[in-house]
């Protein structure tokens, strides 16, 4: 029923340290929720839900513990029901994790022979006689990457995450898609293993897609919670770039590559969940004392707000993968993974790989950007709001939360090693050789790849040097005397305002009109002229809306034909019943001819004749004679 290998203890440990300091967090934030009981009782449901999760040991029990965690997550979305949008983004979220769960129970059903109390080990020797192992490869990403977040599957991101209680959206970006990777890792190691080459690549392009398309709407967003919710898709895109390119040195017997490039992977999925579980949590206290989520109405709060200041400021430089913080390790490694493939003489390799080096440095350069806006917005320059201007910093048990999970961040930093020892034992468990030896060759201070020509990073060197140049600069600072000046802000001649300092709108306009053909903004500028001359006016009011291209292009027109073929159902149910029930009849044997395919050997000429029935029979049956 259960089981606790190394796997299952290391997502089991991931689980603990964000939900730890979570519960302080989450005791801090009930006063400031209304449905206490139900808060609390799905809150802990949803925690244990996790945990079952990832140590069940058959399908049923999987399933079991996947839905009942999507459920509480759900309710938990819902628990400050007040607005529409709120149960809009509830029931949007509802409709995509049961998207998801159809492919995991199909995924399922076939791998166990309808035999649900089967364990994972035992599906293997059944999947190996099932003559399309591709289609059940799409299954578990159609399952997982719904629940993950990962493009084209990542719609309902930033609409469930805005709309939770913070402590939840921590627990849900920071902890729950996580729990998506793991069932990756359980049943492509357990079940579909060995895999070909494609498979890589396709995680690979997913995942190089998922972080570029992730990081560019986050730019755009001034929701501070959706905004860090886009970051969670861009993030579990890296983490399946990491993940693809061990698959596909796995493909090609390049075991010490694969274990290094799956380390990385899953390196990074602990360094998303501290930072970003801390990030939720710093907008969850913004959010608390200003009671909006718009940056636009923040600015200044590093004087009122100085523990949450910090803690998100560590955050946003982890996130922003700048050395020597654990967020620039992970992707180092991954990094170095990509590199290290430039030997392999493959078409498919050399054009998915290169896409995948750029989206990745894209990505880190625009999540700098990203976060240099958000905390410089949120916490720098004038008050933007009277709420700002009145805030204060959160009481005890949030901060409690905000800083444990700050020593989460800093103890990926500081014991890598450690980590990393810990994670190449999950490797040499699933069969991958061991490369702790090879990336600490000549002790923890280095770091090294196992590439041909990879390169060295020694994080404790650069956290000791930095902390060391800081310490002398302060201590030059004060054996010098440097005398302070304080002088108004220079303006142009113009009085030095709120209004006049930069807006998150403005930051991200040079980057919003590059992308122009991505976002494809709906711009709307408003001014209130004075005596109708056009050239002046006393007030204006600037507004960009964007609306994400896969909801625009790809869910409406899903959405439009399932309502025409609706209403065509419709229609022959109420008014051409004979018609309809020979569709019931087509659909029937389309059914039957599609298992005898799945559960036996393929054969063309069976095909053709069930192909040409088919067709008869909706000809004489369906269409008829039209005349």
């Not at 069940?56 to 400050?80: G, K, P, R, V, Y």
């Not at 999947?127 to 084209?152: E, H, N, R």
């Not at 770091?447 to 404790?460: F, I, K, T």
């Not at 004749?609 to 049956?621: A, H, P, R």
């Amino acid at each position: 029923m259960f089981q606790f290998d190394t796997l299952s203890l290391v997502f089991t440990v991931l689980i603990a340290l964000g939900t730890l300091p979570n519960l302080f967090y989450s005791q801090g934030y009930l006063s400031h929720i209304e449905r206490k009981v139900h808060y609390q009782l799905h809150y802990f449901t949803f925690i244990l839900s996790m945990l079952g999760v990832v140590v069940s040991a058959n399908a049923l029990i999987f399933l079991l513990f996947w839905e009942l965690m999507s459920l509480t997550s759900w309710q938990l979305i819902l628990t400050e029901a007040k607005e529409k949008k709120t149960i809009e983004a509830a029931k949007f979220y509802f409709i995509m994790t049961h998207f998801g769960f159809v492919f995991l129970l199909l995924f399922f059903l076939i791998a166990t022979d309808g035999d649900l109390s089967l364990g994972f080990a035992a599906m293997q020797s059944i999947v190996a006689k099932f003559a399309y192992p591709t289609l059940l490869f799409f299954f578990i990403l159609l399952g997982f990457l719904s629940k993950a977040g990962a493009v084209p599957l990542h719609v309902w991101l930033p609409y469930a995450h805005p709309e939770a209680p913070s402590p939840v959206s921590a627990l849900m970006s920071g902890v729950m898609l996580k729990v998506a990777i793991y069932g990756m890792f359980r049943f492509l190691f357990d079940v579909l293993y060995p895999w070909p080459l494609e498979w890589g690549v396709v995680i690979l392009v997913i995942g190089s897609l998922s972080s570029l398309i992730g990081v560019l709407y986050a730019l755009s967003e001034h929701d501070i919670k959706a905004l860090l919710a886009n970051h969670s898709i861009e993030n579990i895109g890296i983490i399946l770039i990491g993940f693809g390119m061990g698959m596909i040195f796995a493909s090609m017997g390049l075991k010490v590559l694969s274990s290094f490039a799956f380390i990385a992977a899953l390196f990074h999925t602990f360094n998303h969940m501290s930072f970003k579980s801390l990030l939720f949590m710093g907008a969850g206290a913004v959010l608390h004392q200003t009671h909006t989520k718009n940056i636009e109405k923040y600015g200044g709060l590093v004087k009122a707000m100085p523990v949450t200041a910090l803690t998100f400021l560590l955050a946003s430089v982890s996130i922003s993968a700048l050395p020597p913080t654990n967020g620039f390790l992970s992707e180092w490694m991954i990094f170095q993974s990509m590199l290290g493939s430039s030997h392999l003489d493959n078409t498919s390799l050399k054009l998915a790989i290169p896409f995948a080096v750029f989206a990745l440095a894209m990505t880190g350069g625009l999540a700098i950007a990203c976060f240099v806006k958000a905390y410089g917005i949120t916490f720098l320059g004038l008050y933007r709001s009277s709420n700002a201007k009145h805030a204060h910093e959160v009481n005890l048990l949030m901060r409690t939360g905000m800083i444990l999970m700050s020593l989460v961040v800093f103890s990926l930093m500081l014991f890598t090693p450690f980590y990393i020892g810990w994670f190449d034992k999950v490797l040499t468990e699933l069969g991958h050789l061991s490369v702790y030896a090879k990336i600490f060759p000549d002790g923890i201070l280095q770091m090294h790849s196992v590439g041909m020509h990879g390169g060295v990073v020694s994080p404790l060197i650069l956290l000791i040097a930095l902390v060391g140049v800081t310490l002398l600069l302060m201590f030059g600072y004060k054996a010098l005397r440097v005398k302070e000046r304080i002088y108004h802000t220079w303006s142009c001649g113009y009085h030095t305002s709120a209004r006049t300092q930069y807006s998150a709108t403005g930051f991200a306009g040079p980057i919003r009109r590059f992308f122009t053909w991505l976002y494809k903004p709906d711009e709307h500028f408003v001014k209130d002229s004075i005596a109708g001359h056009s050239s002046k006016f006393s007030d204006s009011h600037y507004e960009v809306h964007v609306k994400p291209l896969f909801e625009k292009s790809l869910y409406e027109s899903i959405g439009k034909g399932a309502n025409l073929l609706s209403y065509w159902i419709y229609r022959l149910s109420h008014f051409e019943q004979t018609r309809y029930a020979a569709m019931i009849f087509n659909l029937m044997l389309s059914v039957l001819f599609s298992y005898r395919i799945f559960a036996h050997d393929f054969s063309w000429a069976t095909l053709v004749l069930e192909g040409t029935v088919m067709i008869i029979s909706i000809k004489v049956l369906i269409i008829g004679d039209r005349k």
